[in-house]
Every structure is written in structure tokens, then in C-alpha cells.
């Protein structure tokens, strides 16, 4: 079978990535730059700002992967970049970015490299696969801030939507909860630390959505906790502000309720999805919600006693990043699914 390595090019949100990944021996190299301090002051990503410091990042980062990596850019063989889902502005970047090295070398060399389009979502659920060899079939839940899913994940490229998030996602719950009770954004990490220093106790008992399927739904959610806040004259609808900055009490209560209340979900959705499938193997759990050590260690033991091996990736592959678009571009690759320089954002590969 034929030696690939593939640069990989992630722009779909906030993280200006990069990756080598080499078809037998694997990941070479994985450098970002993350714009989390350009949107703290903001409370969230504004697509604008993050558009712009994909502009005045890619090159640098793209060189560094490289360098790491050992390679030189006529050493690549594809290009895999991400084209769906994110935000237009920051797809737009890297998409031309790859398509400017792939048309050039083309222009160079009858040869050229190849462009292999990737959708985002399924970096994240082979992105276990860096770390890990995983069988198949298994169930996969990806959780970020912009996409919550369950997959019945039967093989390299074939996988199958089983519940998805009906309004917002997991992550996106975290957020806006702590922009609710004045934590600074991200919302999950501030979340769990001070969850821990509750012990995890669900105080408030916010509503599970037990009625809905594999499918997810957090916008009632927040919705639940902003009315409880109202309620205990914490939050004012007049002005949007959290009315008690200095309650460090409620804040912490809040945090761990929510958190538990969440993990609740999550464990009740696994559940289901083991009852419908049961001939499945294993359980992986990615995205940036991944890096909660709570929800993962309740999800493991869960996994665990119903005799389905667990697998989640380490932080640095949780999080949005270029390698596992690299390691979807290599499988792409090895089955011939190459994409042309037509390729806009949001098309379905």
C-alpha cells in the first residue's frame, strides 16, 4: 500500500492548527495557536477576530508543523483540510490556504498533492485513533462547544448519526451558564474546578430531558438555570447582569449542579444507546468536552460495567486540532477520496 504524509489544516473555529501525519508511523508533528485570550474579554468567539488571526497565524503554524515534523512542504503528499461545519470566515482561511499550496504544486509538478476536504465533526470521532486502536463496531459521543453527537461508528469513514443536539450543545451550555453567574470564558474548565470543590453535589435538580431519545437537548437547560437564578434574586432580566458577583456560595452551587445534572444526561443517553445496540464493542468519548475529567470518569465506569472497553484522547486531541483532520485525510487517501479545487465550505464530503 502506498506511503502517504499528509499535512493536515484546521481553521473551523478559534484554533489556528496544524499537523503532519505520516501513513506508517503515524503523527509526526501537532501545533496550534489557540485565540482563547483574543475572545475572552468578549465572553465567546466573535467570527470576525477569529478570521483575522487565522489570516496573520496560518503560515507560521503551518511552518512549525513541518519543522517538527522533519519534513519539507514537497515531502507532502495530500492536503486535508477542514471544510464543514464552523464559521464561514475561519473555514474560508484554511480552505484557500490548502488550496493555495495544492494548485501551486500542481502548477509545479503534472503530480501535485492532493486536496482531501474534511468534515470537522468526523475528525473528532476518529480522533481517539491517534492514541489508540480502537474495534470496531463502537459507539462514539463527540462533545464540544458547538456540536453534541452520538455515532454508531462501524469502520473508517462509515458511520452513522444516531442523536444529535436539537437546539445547543453541551459545551455552548457550560459557556453560557457561566456567563450567567459571571465566570470567565471558556465556562467547562472554571466549572469543573469549582464543582470539585463541591464535591460534585447536585443541589438545584435541573431538568434531565428524559422524553427525547439518543437526541440531546441543553437550551431548556439554561434556560432552567437563569430562571432559578431569577427566582432567587441572583439575575436581573432588565439589565442581563448576575446580581450577586460576590456570591461565591451560589456560584459554586451552581457550577456542580450543572455539571452533575449534565453527566446525568450523557450517562442516560450511553445507557439507551447500549440497549439499542448491544452487539457493539467499545465507547469513545471526544471533543473538548472530553477534558472534563468527571463526565469522562462517570462515562468510563459506565462503559466499563456494561463489558464495552473505553477510549478517550488525550487533551490535546479533545480539543479542536489539526491531526485528527490529518488522520481522516490519510484513510480519505487510502480510499481514493480526493476532493478538486472546487471545493467550498459546508459542502458534504
Given at each position: 500500500?502506498?506511503?502517504?504524509?499528509?499535512?493536515?489544516?484546521?481553521?473551523?473555529?478559534?484554533?489556528?492548527?496544524?499537523?503532519?501525519?505520516?501513513?506508517?508511523?503515524?503523527?509526526?508533528?501537532n501545533?496550534?495557536?489557540?485565540?482563547?485570550?483574543?475572545?475572552?474579554?468578549?465572553?465567546?468567539?466573535?467570527?470576525?477576530?477569529?478570521?483575522?488571526?487565522?489570516?496573520?497565524?496560518?503560515?507560521?503554524?503551518?511552518?512549525?508543523?513541518?519543522?517538527?515534523?522533519?519534513?519539507?512542504l514537497?515531502?507532502?503528499?495530500?492536503?486535508?483540510?477542514?471544510?464543514?461545519?464552523?464559521?464561514?470566515?475561519?473555514?474560508?482561511?484554511?480552505?484557500?490556504?490548502a488550496?493555495?499550496?495544492?494548485?501551486?504544486?500542481?502548477?509545479?509538478?503534472?503530480?501535485?498533492k492532493?486536496?482531501?476536504?474534511?468534515?470537522?465533526?468526523?475528525?473528532?470521532?476518529?480522533?481517539?485513533?491517534?492514541?489508540?486502536?480502537?474495534?470496531?463496531?463502537?459507539?462514539?459521543?463527540?462533545?464540544?462547544?458547538?456540536?453534541?453527537?452520538?455515532y454508531?461508528?462501524?469502520?473508517?469513514?462509515?458511520?452513522?448519526?444516531?442523536?444529535?443536539?436539537?437546539?445547543?450543545?453541551?459545551?455552548?451550555?457550560?459557556?453560557?451558564?457561566?456567563?450567567?453567574?459571571?465566570?470567565?470564558?471558556?465556562?467547562?474548565?472554571?466549572?469543573?474546578?469549582?464543582?470539585?470543590?463541591?464535591?460534585?453535589?447536585?443541589?438545584?435538580?435541573?431538568?434531565?430531558?428524559?422524553?427525547?431519545?439518543?437526541?440531546?437537548?441543553?437550551?431548556?437547560?439554561?434556560?432552567?438555570?437563569?430562571?432559578?437564578?431569577v427566582?432567587?434574586?441572583?439575575?436581573?432580566?432588565?439589565?442581563?447582569?448576575?446580581?450577586?458577583?460576590?456570591?461565591?456560595?451560589l456560584?459554586k452551587?451552581?457550577?456542580?449542579?450543572?455539571?452533575?445534572?449534565?453527566?446525568?444526561?450523557?450517562?442516560?443517553?450511553?445507557?439507551?444507546?447500549?440497549a439499542?445496540?448491544p452487539?457493539?464493542?467499545?465507547?469513545?468519548?471526544v471533543?473538548?468536552?472530553?477534558?472534563?475529567?468527571?463526565?469522562?470518569?462517570?462515562?468510563?465506569?459506565?462503559?466499563?460495567?456494561?463489558?464495552?472497553?473505553?477510549?478517550?484522547?488525550?487533551?490535546q486531541?479533545?480539543?479542536?486540532?489539526?491531526?485528527?483532520?490529518?488522520?481522516?485525510?490519510?484513510?480519505k487517501?487510502?480510499?481514493?477520496?480526493?476532493?478538486?479545487?472546487?471545493?467550498?465550505?459546508?459542502?458534504?464530503?
Amino acid at each position: 500500500m502506498k506511503h502517504y504524509l499528509t499535512l493536515g489544516i484546521e481553521t473551523s473555529c478559534d484554533e489556528t492548527a496544524a499537523a503532519v501525519y505520516d501513513s506508517e508511523r503515524g503523527i509526526l508533528s501537532n501545533k496550534l495557536f489557540s485565540q482563547i485570550d483574543l475572545h475572552r474579554i468578549y465572553g465567546g468567539v466573535v467570527p470576525e477576530v477569529a478570521s483575522r488571526s487565522h489570516l496573520e497565524k496560518i503560515n507560521l503554524i503551518v511552518q512549525e508543523a513541518l519543522d517538527a515534523a522533519g519534513v519539507k512542504l514537497e515531502d507532502i503528499d495530500n492536503i486535508a483540510v477542514t471544510s464543514n461545519p464552523g464559521l464561514a470566515g475561519s473555514l474560508l482561511v484554511g480552505l484557500c490556504f490548502a488550496k493555495g499550496i495544492a494548485s501551486f504544486d500542481s502548477a509545479q509538478d503534472e503530480r501535485g498533492k492532493k486536496l482531501i476536504g474534511v468534515n470537522h465533526l468526523e475528525g473528532h470521532a476518529f480522533s481517539a485513533f491517534l492514541e489508540y486502536d480502537i474495534p470496531f463496531p463502537h459507539l462514539c459521543l463527540t462533545a464540544s462547544g458547538g456540536h453534541t453527537a452520538l455515532y454508531l461508528v462501524r469502520d473508517f469513514g462509515d458511520y452513522q448519526v444516531i442523536g444529535q443536539t436539537l437546539d445547543d450543545a453541551a459545551g455552548e451550555a457550560f459557556d453560557k451558564v457561566a456567563k450567567l453567574i459571571n465566570l470567565p470564558y471558556p465556562g467547562g474548565p472554571v466549572i469543573e474546578k469549582l464543582a470539585r470543590e463541591m464535591e460534585f453535589k447536585d443541589f438545584f435538580n435541573y431538568p434531565r430531558n428524559k422524553d427525547i431519545g439518543l437526541d440531546f437537548s441543553f437550551s431548556g437547560l439554561k434556560t432552567a438555570v437563569l430562571y432559578d437564578l431569577v427566582k432567587r434574586n441572583a439575575y436581573s432580566m432588565e439589565t442581563k447582569k448576575f446580581t450577586q458577583p460576590d456570591n461565591e456560595q451560589l456560584k459554586k452551587e451552581v457550577a456542580s449542579s450543572l455539571l452533575v445534572c449534565i453527566a446525568d444526561i450523557f450517562e442516560q443517553k450511553l445507557e439507551r444507546a447500549f440497549a439499542q445496540y448491544p452487539h457493539v464493542k467499545a465507547f469513545t468519548f471526544v471533543g473538548g468536552v472530553a477534558c472534563n475529567k468527571y463526565i469522562k470518569e462517570r462515562l468510563r465506569i459506565l462503559a466499563e460495567k456494561r463489558g464495552k472497553a473505553f477510549f478517550s484522547p488525550s487533551p490535546q486531541y479533545c480539543t479542536d486540532n489539526a491531526a485528527m483532520i490529518a488522520l481522516v485525510g490519510n484513510y480519505k487517501a487510502k480510499q481514493g477520496k480526493f476532493s478538486d479545487l472546487s471545493l467550498d465550505v459546508f459542502e458534504s464530503e
